[in-house]
């Protein structure tokens, strides 16, 4: 199965999905959701296949594809994934059928076209897929500025209040952060010996010289920085995610954003690796002032998605922080967060987004003992946002432990600040949970009839797959931790930083 060509045909079936579901007629919305849904398991079935296909004590890089594509400039259609790869793909696998399924009554048939929704939200999958299974640079970056294309319209057409606004503004973030990567792999191409190869970029990369190198990762780190986003690039984030649909904004921020972490471990680390240690200190900086920042603005939100998405800022600090740290612990730990952010944050978006379609509203102040209404919608909120804080128990924790622990070692202020953070997250999360479902009952939502229908089976699918993995995962997370510990390992070595200790997991538990 490893010489199966798994990802060329992971990215092109959502993108043949979207064009089968956009040229449904409008006036059948129930068939375009049925082959939305039963094309992106298909897309899961697949993936779970790759996993299984996948050696964990075989080559850093497997199921290399590599097609001729623009031979005047050496650019091909290369595709291969690593360990850290891997992960990501599964998780868009994941929850992208769970995404449809939250969807099913969002859309108002009689002022939007439904297909046209569950077509963007497949080509947004095949974007995302081809962003992560890239390894030629060009590639790279054409999956990269592609990716703002069908998010752009879910936002801009399907979005709430100031859609249009938050749409153009995630845009231009992003655009602006791509001009600088253009400039960056342009420049990578021609001192890089005119090709987009990454591997033989790397290779390449020792002979770069000093001053060209740290302008070239600047280059690269600005757009991931805004992508990812990082302080104080983030500012588009809280309006993007604000104004999107809960389900989509839970791609958003489960995985579009981790784009920008992945770039760095994948793009900036090995192939500057000079550059990496030079800026580190900065990155590990705005980090810090990240996860407090963004955590003290959280509290203060009464829009429960502005609120989810401040979070999500605070936890790419976290990211941030375990990246730059430069050891094996702290990295594991990073990217088993993007992993266990993808679920947790995920899984808070789909309930918000649920409260959200009952009430009419996402503000915090229309709510107020909804839990006496909906007592099991309640109860998975409060589980959703307890692993957003990292309870011992669930996934976040693991990776949260890992980062900490494995900065400590050599960075211990980082750590102690970034440890505050976790205060703060209990206070915002704690203080949601309280002034929405918890407390005397707003006489309000007793006249929505909506309110009064507790989780419904539908529900209960997009939900219980999250809940499931987050508990496995919290307990037992080596399935996931031998998949990418190689790949962490093998980027650390790229940079060339002296790891003073070993990784912290093995067989499934913490060493000390």
């Given at each position: 199965m490893k010489d199966?060509?798994?990802?060329?045909?992971?990215?092109?079936?959502?993108?043949?999905?979207?064009?089968?579901?956009?040229?449904?007629?409008?006036?059948?919305?129930?068939?375009?959701?049925?082959v939305a849904l039963a094309w992106s398991l298909v897309v899961l079935a697949l993936s779970i296949g790759m996993w299984v296909a996948f050696q964990v004590d075989g080559d850093r890089f497997q199921f290399r594809e590599s097609y001729q594509w623009i031979p005047t400039w050496d650019a091909r259609f290369t595709f291969a994934a690593d360990g850290i790869a891997l992960v990501m793909l599964v998780l868009i696998a994941l929850l992208v059928p769970l995404v449809i399924l939250a969807s099913w009554h969002d859309v108002d048939e009689s002022q939007r076209s439904v297909p046209t929704y569950f077509a963007l939200l497949l080509a947004l999958e095949c974007t995302m897929i081809g962003v992560f299974a890239a390894a030629d640079v060009f590639l790279f970056y054409v999956f990269f500025e592609v990716m703002l294309v069908p998010m752009y319209f879910i936002i801009g057409s399907y979005g709430g209040q100031r859609r249009q606004y938050a749409a153009v503004k995630?845009?231009?973030?992003?655009?602006v952060g791509g001009l600088f990567m253009l400039a960056a792999v342009?420049?990578?191409?021609?001192?890089?010996?005119?090709?987009?190869?990454?591997?033989?970029?790397?290779?390449?990369?020792?002979?770069?010289?000093?001053n060209t190198a740290r302008w070239l990762f600047l280059?690269?780190?600005?757009?991931?920085?805004?992508?990812?986003?990082?302080?104080?690039?983030?500012?588009?984030?809280?309006?993007?995610?604000?104004?999107?649909?809960?389900?989509?904004?839970?791609?958003?921020?489960?995985?579009?954003?981790?784009?920008?972490?992945?770039?760095?471990?994948?793009?900036?680390?090995?192939?500057?690796?000079?550059?990496?240690?030079?800026?580190?200190?900065?990155?590990?900086?705005?980090?810090?002032?990240?996860?407090?920042?963004?955590?003290?603005l959280a509290v203060g939100q009464n829009d429960l998605k502005r609120l989810v998405s401040y979070t999500s800022i605070a936890h790419f600090g976290f990211i941030g922080i375990g990246i730059f740290a430069f050891t094996t612990q702290a990295g594991t730990g990073a990217v088993l967060y993007m992993v266990n952010h993808g679920l947790a944050t995920?899984?808070?978006?789909?309930?918000?987004?649920?409260?959200?379609?009952?009430?009419?509203?996402?503000?915090?102040?229309?709510?107020?003992?909804?839990?006496?209404?909906?007592?099991?919608?309640?109860?998975?909120?409060?589980?959703?946002?307890?692993?957003?804080?990292?309870l011992p128990g669930t996934a976040p924790f693991i990776s949260e432990f890992l980062v900490l622990i494995g900065t400590f070692t050599v960075h211990p202020v980082y750590a102690i600040i970034a440890t505050a953070g976790i205060i703060l997250a209990a206070a915002y999360v704690l203080w949601m949970v309280q002034r929405t479902t918890q407390g005397t009952l707003n006489p309000a939502l007793t006249e929505v009839p909506a309110m009064h229908k507790d989780i419904s089976?539908?529900?209960?699918?997009?939900?219980?797959?999250?809940?499931?993995?987050?508990?496995?995962?919290?307990?037992?997370?080596?399935?996931?931790?031998?998949?990418?510990?190689?790949?962490?390992?093998?980027t650390m070595q790229d940079v060339g930083t002296t790891d003073p200790a070993p990784t912290a997991v093995a067989n499934g538990k913490v060493a000390p």
């Open positions: 199966f060509p798994f990802l060329s045909i992971l990215t092109l079936l959502p993108l043949v999905g979207a064009a089968v579901v956009a040229f449904l007629p409008r006036s059948n919305a129930g068939l375009a959701k049925i995630f845009f231009l973030y992003s655009l342009i420049g990578l191409w021609v001192v890089g010996g005119h090709t987009f190869d990454w591997a033989t970029l790397k290779d390449a990369s020792a002979a770069f010289e000093t280059g690269f780190f600005i757009a991931f920085a805004v992508k990812a986003p990082f302080f104080p690039f983030h500012t588009w984030l809280p309006d993007a995610g604000g104004a999107a649909p809960a389900p989509a904004a839970a791609l958003l921020v489960g995985v579009l954003d981790k784009v920008g972490t992945f770039g760095i471990l994948r793009y900036c680390l090995p192939i500057f690796p000079e550059a990496s240690r030079w800026f580190a200190p900065a990155a590990l900086v705005l980090g810090a002032i990240g996860i407090i920042y963004a955590a003290l995920g899984l808070l978006f789909l309930v918000v987004g649920m409260f959200v379609a009952r009430r009419g509203s996402a503000l915090v102040s229309d709510f107020g003992g909804a839990g006496k209404l909906v007592p099991v919608l309640a109860g998975v909120l409060f589980f959703a946002g307890l692993a957003s804080l990292a089976l539908r529900e209960k699918v997009v939900v219980a797959p999250l809940v499931l993995l987050l508990l496995l995962l919290g307990f037992y997370p080596k399935p996931v931790t031998d998949v990418i510990n190689p790949a962490v390992q093998a």
